[in-house]
């Protein structure tokens, strides 16, 4: 017996509600309050996996392999989100060049959007059932994940399919302290590919397979209007200048990330 005219399908409405995701990106903003995501991280540094800083401007994030100096970062940041209402560039600058001591200086600058370190890569998200492109800022996600993507190769490994062989689970806590508004914590544990999910990993790794060339994290540190890393690698795309990404190891001396991953 047919269906009422314009009757909306189970599997059609699941497909409508896909296409309202805004983007095939993905932050930990993303988690529902006091929920979680598991992530499987897809693919090769430094095609699928780069790092760095960024800040926001006025045209939306800027992103770059080293660290912006003060008198680009300057000509660029917007007012942040927290400075106070009408707060303008020019009023910044005006207050800096007025500014007779450190700490005025320092109370005109956090104002301005802060330099936060970054990494993106590629994923593939069972909540959705499709590859994400993943961007962390948060030092209490960045921390463990680079312990965790630092480890030796034969523990943390890359499955021939290219896919990493443990899922990574961030965890978000939302507290509410009342009129001082809410405090998001987020914590991150990992474990490896189940033995009943060698079926699933190998047919995530076969779509992969599929889509790994149509995805160039590089993409984030080229001009606007070229930055789209949905559109896979450039012909004669290298990788653009700027100085490693590094982190404190134990003993306070700089490690290269992309060497370590």
């Known amino acids: 017996m047919p269906l009422p005219s314009n009757y909306v399908t189970t599997e059609a409405a699941k497909e409508a509600r896909k296409s309202e995701i805004k983007s095939g990106y993905w932050a930990a903003g993303d988690i529902p309050k006091n929920g ?15 790092g760095g800083y960024m800040y926001w401007t006025e045209d939306g994030p800027l992103y770059s392999r080293s660290y912006p100096t003060d008198e680009e970062w300057l000509s660029n940041a917007k007012c ?15 207050e800096l060049e007025a500014a007779k001591n450190s700490n005025q200086k320092k109370e005109a600058l956090n104002k301005l959007e802060y330099r936060r370190r970054f990494l993106a890569f590629a994923a593939y998200l069972p ?28 523990y943390m490994n890359i499955t021939p399919g290219g896919l990493y062989n443990f899922r990574a689970v ?10 001082k508004g809410e405090k998001t914590d987020y914590s991150v544990a990992v474990r490896t590919h189940r033995a009943k999910e060698a079926d699933e990993v190998k047919a995530i790794s076969q779509r992969w397979e599929e889509t790994k060339s149509s ?47």
């Open 80 to 94: 942040s989100f927290n400075a106070p209402k009408g707060c303008t560039k020019e009023n910044v600058l005006q």
């Open 127 to 154: 909540e959705r059932d499709d590859f994400v492109v993943v961007c962390i800022t948060q030092s209490s996600i960045l921390k463990p994940l680079e312990e965790y993507l630092q480890m030796e190769e034969d």
């Open 215 to 261: 995805i160039y994290l590089p993409r984030y540190f080229m001009e606007r209007g070229n930055n789209n890393v949905f559109e896979g690698k450039p012909d004669g795309a290298v990788m653009p200048p700027g100085l490693p990404v590094t982190a404190k190891d134990s003993y306070g001396a700089d490690t290269e990330l992309g060497m370590a991953l």
């Open 170 to 179: 961030i965890n978000k806590k939302v507290t509410d302290l009342g009129v």
């Open 36 to 50: 979680s995501s598991e992530l499987i991280i897809c693919g090769e540094p430094d095609d699928h996996m780069v």
